[in-house]
């Protein structure tokens, strides 16, 4: 469901799935082919979230911030299914992994891959590149080109199944 909270109404562009499931709440703006996936939340009630285009918001993940905190979502950002997100920026072509966890105030630079399970701290910040794992999470390496492929490669998926979904999905 979308919500409008007070005066503040998501801004949804017009090839954006999201789900019946899923509840945008608050001042969210989602940008051209970005998808919000059956049960996630986008609470936007204490301040803005901005997602990028071509973004995908699995199944179950919730985003929320704090109050003078806004978060800015990337391009060909995925954030994977039940992750916890309350940091506040994730760089374009990052993957957020199952379960991971992304504490207020933490910015993820591009390219990055926080492994599923890991856990961000508050105020942290990712640099560029950079592959997390762990609970603190810890960066362990830089990532490749190949895993950077494969992290495009799933955002590229993702983008195709919104279309499709927005095509063809009925509900019976």
Known sequence: MIYQLGQD????????????????????ILKKQSSVWFNAVIRADL???????RTNIQDG????????????IGNDVTIGHQAMVHGKSIGDRTLIGIHAVIL?????????LIAANAL????????DGSMVVGSPGK?????????????????SVYVKKAAEMCSSLVKL
Do not use: T, Y
């Open 120 to 127: 961000v701290k508050s105020n942290a910040v990712i640099p």
């Open 9 to 28: 109404k998501p801004d949804i562009h017009e090839s954006v799935f999201v789900a019946e499931s899923a509840d945008v709440i608050g001042k969210v």
């Open 47 to 53: 301040d803005q979230i901005e997602i990028g285009e």
């Open 104 to 112: 207020e105030g933490a910015s993820i630079g591009k390219d990055c």
């Open 139 to 155: 960066i362990i390496k830089e990532i490749d080109e190949r895993m950077k492929l494969m992290i495009a490669a799933g955002a």
């Open 61 to 72: 993940a919730v985003l929320h911030v704090d109050p003078n905190q806004p978060m800015f």
